[in-house]
Nanobody
């Protein structure tokens, strides 16, 4: 079993920035960030494979969010800039075993979530 611990969430005004981090207990092929806002379905936001050769960004965050990972520390970071109120959600770090599953949302292990709130 892989344990994931997220941190870095908080309250920020629109236009501000936050950086989320996720530390994993084991090496995993792919890591991604999901988010779920109240009353909405959980959605994949960003993802990255083991070597960083392939990344995925949801259209709504392209140009504003950046994902990176540091395998020596088994850590993935999500830099979020120019935050908007619609980015408000609980953000979850998760792992996937293959590139195909990384893209279609099949993730095996999940963190506890960290709250991101963006005020107007």
């Amino acid at each position: 079993q892989v344990h994931l611990v997220e941190s870095g969430g908080g309250l920020v005004q629109a236009g501000g920035s936050l950086r989320l981090s996720c530390a994993a207990s084991n090496d995993v092929y792919a890591m991604g960030w999901f988010r779920q806002a109240p009353g909405k379905e959980r959605e994949l936001v960003v993802a990255i494979d083991y070597n960083g050769d392939y990344t995925f960004y949801r259209d709504s965050v392209k140009g504003r969010f950046a994902i990176s990972r540091y395998n020596a520390n088994r850590t993935v970071l999500l830099q979020m800039n120019t935050l908007k109120p619609e980015d408000t959600a609980v953000y979850y770090c998760a792992t996937s075993n293959q590139r195909a599953t990384m893209l279609n949302g099949e993730y095996t292990y999940w963190g506890q979530g960290t709250q991101v709130t963006v005020s107007s």
